[in-house]
């Protein structure tokens, strides 16, 4: 079980919008950053998303981040065949000395 | 350009040891945190643990899961992250990836190696 909770699927039709929640509590959403990770197919994940809304160099405008209070989401918009792939989202948890905590998971699968 | 080449995996038996190690370069490793993350097959990603530059103490923070059977190294002369694993267990098996935890945690990630635990 994950700390950090996201739906396990979600699915929209190409050119269309995506959105995935990520669920977390005060000592880690509420208080830390919000990372998100892309990971196809047989490849290693690739971060996409930090410090809640930003864009790493390359990672085009169509992926977005928000958070608010103790949750995250991440949009993709003008969905894509290539978009489709597992995506994480990641906050470092205050709590039990400090570790990273992820999200389960949610596999976009383009329609 | 940013490499992180993982290396060391393979088949252990139960309450054995492996050393995984990561071959960095590209950026100024010995500047730089690093972590160790895991995924076991057909799952979501586990943090096992980081070690923090020598300049902020060189400390280390474990998971649970691992705490107390796997300990991170670095050898900054040499560029490489290692990840000593003692006592394996079964649900240890996964495959492994060193990332950077600068300039954005996981902003650079290795290929990954893979270690199965079995008998």
């Given at each position: 079980?994950?700390?950090?909770?996201?739906?396990?699927?979600?699915?929209?039709?190409?050119?269309?919008?995506?959105?995935?929640?990520?669920?977390?509590?005060?000592?880690?959403?509420?208080?830390?950053?919000?990372?998100?990770?892309?990971?196809?197919?047989?490849?290693?994940?690739?971060?996409?998303?930090?410090?809640?809304?930003?864009?790493?160099?390359?990672?085009?405008?169509?992926?977005?981040?928000?958070?608010?209070?103790?949750?995250?989401?991440?949009?993709?918009?003008?969905?894509?065949?290539?978009?489709?792939?597992?995506?994480?989202?990641?906050?470092?948890?205050?709590?039990?000395?400090?570790?990273?905590?992820?999200?389960?998971?949610?596999?976009?699968?383009?329609? | 350009?940013?490499?992180?080449?993982?290396?060391?995996?393979?088949?252990?038996?139960?309450?054995?040891?492996?050393?995984?190690?990561?071959a960095?370069?590209?950026?100024?490793?010995?500047?730089?945190?690093?972590?160790?993350?895991?995924?076991?097959?057909?799952?979501?990603?586990?943090?096992?643990?980081?070690?923090?530059?020598?300049?902020?103490?060189?400390?280390?923070?474990?998971?649970?899961?691992?705490?107390?059977?796997?300990?991170?190294?670095?050898d900054?002369?040499k560029d490489t992250?290692?990840?000593?694993?003692?006592?394996?267990?079964?649900?240890?098996?996964?495959?492994?990836?060193?990332?950077?935890?600068?300039?954005?945690?996981?902003?650079?990630?290795?290929?990954?190696?893979?270690?199965?635990?079995?008998?």
């Amino acid at each position: 079980q994950s700390v950090l909770t996201q739906p396990p699927s979600a699915s929209e039709t190409p050119g269309q919008r995506v959105t995935i929640s990520c669920s977390g509590t005060s000592s880690n959403i509420g208080s830390n950053h919000v990372y998100w990770y892309q990971q196809l197919s047989g490849t290693a994940p690739k971060l996409v998303i930090f410090k809640n809304n930003q864009r790493p160099s390359g990672v085009p405008d169509r992926f977005s981040g928000s958070k608010s209070g103790t949750s995250a989401s991440l949009a993709i918009s003008g969905l894509r065949s290539e978009d489709e792939a597992d995506y994480y989202c990641a906050a470092w948890d205050d709590s039990l000395s400090g570790r990273w905590v992820f999200g389960g998971g949610t596999k976009v699968t383009v329609l | 350009e940013v490499q992180l080449v993982e290396s060391g995996g393979g088949l252990v038996e139960p309450g054995g040891s492996l050393r995984l190690s990561c071959a960095a370069s590209g950026f100024t490793f010995s500047h730089t945190w690093m972590n160790w993350v895991r995924q076991a097959p057909g799952k979501g990603l586990e943090w096992v643990g980081r070690m923090k530059s020598r300049i902020n103490g060189g400390t280390t923070d474990y998971n649970a899961p691992v705490k107390g059977r796997f300990t991170i190294s670095r050898d900054d002369s040499k560029d490489t992250l290692y990840l000593q694993m003692n006592s394996l267990k079964t649900e240890d098996t996964a495959v492994y990836y060193c990332t950077t935890d600068a300039p954005s945690p996981g902003a650079y990630w290795g290929q990954g190696t893979l270690v199965t635990v079995s008998s």
